[in-house]
């Protein structure tokens, strides 16, 4: 159904990129601004996983190789991905206090997993698994492509919304029907490109439930870190959001439901759907250690200065 759902509203966003461009510009308009946005977005694409890794500071997961919770980190995760039929992932580690995670690459062959001290701090190894299996399935369902074509859908409409008020319109109904497109047209691509964003969460959970063979832990996960998330805001997310749709959570502020402008869907809605995927998955859950270790990232939290929250 988030496959059906998906297509629609690609077409939808594509229909109305050529009614907005026939109006602005007819033909000739509508490829000027398909083609800007094209340039744009594949340079994106194609160096997504090096831009956004570098701007968090990623660093690989092997170099705290002689911490126990990072290599059970890496051995789940690539134990996940031979289960997803996914070549080997690149596994990294941003030291952030929020629990978050997410996934980035251009394709399976050129793709990375990243969790935050945050999040492997607060959870049981189970739950870990849980969130991985979920970035891999962004992965396994080329997300970052979907994602790309949105985003150069929606640009080229937002080029033609600001064509409007300099060329467009004048046959075409005039100075306020430029106006109104200028106006109206990045909001509707905008309020598509989040549906689009939601309905790849919604997949990306239950593909991550039959690679993990079980949706609770990944529930479990999502209740736990949803709530801390939005108590321990990210700077550096904050300035760049552009970047808050690729995390399993909005890094950026809670929702209550699936807002139109929301890149996320509500986490209760997620559980909801999780949990009604419960005794369906037809692979056998992944066996997971017992937590005994504490990360030393969590001690060095407890020594510092306790912030507003206590």
Known sequence: ????????????????????????????????????????????????????????????????QNNPKVSAYLQDTRALAQRAGLPEPKIYIVEMDQPNAFATGRNPDNAAVVATTGLLNMLNRDEIAGVMAHE??????????????????????????????????????????????????????????????????????????????????????????????????????????????????????GQRGDNLFSTHPATQNRIEALMALKGSTSATPMATEPETVVSPWAAARQSRRKGPWG
Request: glycine fraction near 8%; proline fraction near 4%.
């Open 136 to 253: 891999l399935a962004h992965i396994k369902n080329r997300d970052t492509l979907t994602m790309t074509v949105t985003a150069t859908i929606a640009g080229a409409i937002g080029l033609l919304a600001n064509f409007a008020l300099f060329f467009g319109g004048r046959e075409r109904g005039g100075l306020i029907v430029g106006i109104l497109i200028a106006i109206l047209a990045p909001i509707a691509a905008s309020v598509v490109q989040m549906a689009i964003s939601r309905a790849r969460e919604y997949e990306a959970d239950k593909t991550g439930a039959e690679i993990l063979g079980d949706p609770e832990p990944l529930a479990r996960a999502l209740a736990k870190i949803s709530g801390q998330a939005e108590l321990m805001p990210d700077q550096h997310t904050e300035e760049n959001q552009a970047m808050a749709h690729m995390f399993i959570v909005n890094p950026l502020a």
């Open 1 to 64: 159904m988030n496959h059906t759902k998906t297509f629609m509203l690609l077409a939808a966003m594509t229909a109305l990129f050529g009614a907005i461009g026939y109006l602005v510009g007819g033909i000739p308009g509508m490829a000027i601004a398909f083609v800007i946005a094209v340039g744009l977005n594949v340079f994106s694409y194609w160096n997504s996983d090096s831009i956004v890794l570098k701007s968090y500071r990623a660093k690989p997961a092997a170099d705290f």
